[in-house]
T-cell receptor
Framework: EPEVTQTPSHQVTQMGQEVILRCVPI?????FYWYRQILGQKVEFLVS????????KSEIFDDQFSVERPDGSNFTLKIRSTKLEDSAMYFC???????????FGAGSRLTVL | AQSVTQLDSQVPVFEEAPVELRCNYS??????LFWYVQYPNQGLQLLLK??????LVKGINGFEAEFNKSQTSFHLRKPSVHISDTAEYFC????????????FGTGTRLKVLA
């Protein structure tokens, strides 16, 4: 069964450093998403991406965040200058859209020290 | 705007007993509804979904849920739980259009006791 692949599985970084989280969505999917889950809390929507542009973003997704689909297969989330409160599990998801469900990756745990 | 409410943050239940995890949603438009399970230190796994048609949907691991439009609910049920069902369960709602993003509830931690 096709999977959404995320790397790294765990990254530890110092506050103020840039972090790039990578995702390989399912190949024939058209919609791509990033979600965040702070430890013990709910899964929160960050951003959706369709047709090579951001289609929707949440209040969390401020200027420190950016997304890119650089080569037609990868989908990246960049945090420009990490803060302590960015520590969370970040989930990538993809979908064909419509009534098709989102398939989530296993997540990338980011720890900011 | 849409929202999802999971009133029970934790539900302890004895093994082989039935369980119901409650989910209520709010939306001004038609929605799709989902339940996901998250085992410790793992990602999100789809349990079941309601897209259209029969309001009773069956999912994996013996779970089922019923969509009740008048009560805007989508409660998850299992007639007999196992220790292995111990996990966090998230209800989610999605628009039938737009970006199809999911809005998740706060989750219910199901703890199955021996």
């Amino acid at each position: 069964e096709p999977e959404v692949t995320q790397t790294p599985s765990h990254q530890v970084t110092q506050m103020g450093q840039e972090v790039i989280l990578r995702c390989v969505p399912i190949s024939n999917h058209l919609y791509f998403y990033w979600y965040r889950q702070i430890l013990g809390q709910k899964v929160e929507f960050l951003v959706s991406f369709y047709n090579n542009e951001i289609s929707e973003k949440s209040e969390i997704f401020d200027d420190q965040f950016s997304v890119e689909r650089p080569d037609g297969s990868n989908f990246t989330l960049k945090i420009r200058s990490t803060k302590l409160e960015d520590s969370a599990m970040y989930f990538c998801a993809s979908s064909k859209g419509g009534a098709n469900v989102l398939t989530f990756g296993a997540g990338s745990r980011l720890t900011v020290l | 705007a849409q929202s999802v409410t999971q009133l029970d943050s934790q539900v302890p239940v004895f093994e082989e007993a039935p369980v119901e995890l409650r989910c209520n949603y709010s939306s001004s438009v038609s929605v799709y509804l989902f339940w996901y399970v998250q085992y410790p230190n793992q990602g999100l796994q789809l349990l079941l979904k309601y897209l259209s048609g029969s309001t009773l949907v069956k999912g994996i691991n013996g779970f089922e849920a019923e969509f009740n439009k008048s009560q805007t609910s989508f409660h998850l049920r299992k007639p007999s739980v196992h220790i292995s069902d111990t996990a966090e369960y998230f209800c989610a709602v999605s628009n039938r259009g737009g970006t199809y993003k999911y809005i998740f509830g706060t989750g219910t931690r199901l703890k199955v006791l021996a």
